[in-house]
């Protein structure tokens, strides 16, 4: 069974920092594309960062993150990491890891961790 658990995640002021992690059991984790997908209150599901298998470890990041987050992943502890920094208040959301499978088509993911930016 697949288990993807985040952590990392609270309150913090603009222009803070917060590290997530993501604990992946139940499938082989060096395997798989991974990303880190986020949903603020009343909107959608946004892709805000994804990272490749051991192979190339390409990474793409959406452009409102683009300098202030940085994807990384230890395959040798199966966690996925995430890296925030200069946090604004619009960054505020739940944030998932979750698998990527081919065409960046969203696989399973985990319950969440909130992150919330405010003054």
């Known amino acids: 069974e697949v288990q993807l658990v985040e952590s990392g995640g609270g309150l913090v002021q603009p222009g803070g920092s917060l590290r997530l992690s993501c604990t992946a059991s139940g499938f082989t984790f060096r395997t798989h594309a991974m990303g880190w997908v986020r949903q603020a209150p009343g909107k959608g599901l946004e892709w805000v960062a994804r990272?490749?298998?051991?192979?190339?470890?390409?990474?793409f990041y959406a452009d409102s993150v683009k300098g202030r987050f940085t994807i990384s992943r230890d395959n040798t502890k199966n966690i996925l990491y995430l890296e925030m920094n200069s946090l604004k208040t619009e960054d505020t959301a739940m944030y998932y890891c979750a698998i990527v499978h081919s065409g960046a088509v969203m696989g399973d993911r985990g319950q969440g961790t909130q992150v919330t930016v405010s003054s």
């Open positions: 990272i490749g298998t051991t192979s190339d470890f390409g990474t």
